[in-house]
């Protein structure tokens, strides 16, 4: 008789073991609808696209321009005779002078202390190729 019920009891307890492993289970396939990701996805994509194209004096170049390059030249008597404290000043010099050939001089390197930043030296060029948008 001991034997008998020691059985049932081990056998019930195995069976509700195997149970509760069954309903851990039951949660994971049931995952949250996807509706709302494609539209997450295409703001995204939007706002990058905007970030990416449009490159401006205002939003962007005027600020790498203040902390790499205004120190020098700007005012009445900037170095070299060139001033980039202004749009239409950064625009000339950026059009007309040496900027973009010497904001990648390795050998001649403006600033003089060491080429900026990638991510500033590309934004530039990106200003440039868009054609100087304010
Ligand atoms: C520490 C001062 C200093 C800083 C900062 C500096 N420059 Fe200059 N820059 C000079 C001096 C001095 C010259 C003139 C001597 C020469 O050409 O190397 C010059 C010359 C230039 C010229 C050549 C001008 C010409 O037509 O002959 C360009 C272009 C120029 N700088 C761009 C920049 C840009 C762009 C930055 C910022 C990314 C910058 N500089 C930062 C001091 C500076």
Not at 12 to 17: R, V
Not at 107 to 133: C, R, T, V
Request: negative net charge.
């Amino acid at each position: 008789m001991k034997k008998l019920s020691l059985l049932i009891l081990l056998s019930t307890f195995l069976f509700c073991l195997a149970c509760s492993e069954g309903e851990l289970e039951t949660p994971q396939p049931t995952t949250p609808p996807t509706t709302n990701d494609p539209m997450d996805d295409d703001d995204d994509d939007q706002s990058d696209d905007m970030d990416g194209d449009a490159v401006t004096y205002t939003n962007s170049v005027s600020t790498i321009l203040a902390s790499n390059c205004n120190s020098c030249h700007n005012g009445a008597n900037p170095s070299g005779g060139l001033s980039l404290d202004s749009y239409t000043a950064a625009k000339n010099g950026t059009q007309n002078g040496n900027v973009l050939s010497r904001i990648r001089d390795v050998n001649n390197p403006m600033p003089q202390a060491g080429l900026m930043s990638e991510d500033n030296i590309k934004a530039i060029e990106d200003w440039a190729e868009g054609g100087f948008l304010e």
